[in-house]
């Protein structure tokens, strides 16, 4: 499924467009299409986040005792 849309952006914020067009030589709805996907999956991402931060009895670990989490469960690279 497809739909239209009618877009009005303002003059700067279409001469960038225009100047994505050019340099990457892909259309405007090419671009636009990436720019919304782009930004729903980081607004998905944001959400997620918000939901983990809202739970109860959540725990942080900073980076040295994550280091010995993975590493007990042979998880840790070696080359990391």
Do not use: C
């Amino acid at each position: 499924m497809t739909i239209n849309l009618k877009l009005e952006l303002p003059k700067e914020l279409e001469k960038h467009l225009e100047y994505l067009t050019i340099l990457s030589k892909r259309p405007k709805d090419f671009i636009i299409k990436e720019a919304i996907i782009q930004y729903l999956e980081d607004a998905e991402d944001i959400q997620a986040v918000k939901d983990w931060m809202s739970q109860k009895d959540k725990k942080f670990y900073t980076s040295e005792e994550l280091d010995n989490l993975l590493e007990q469960k042979g998880l840790k690279s070696s080359n990391v």
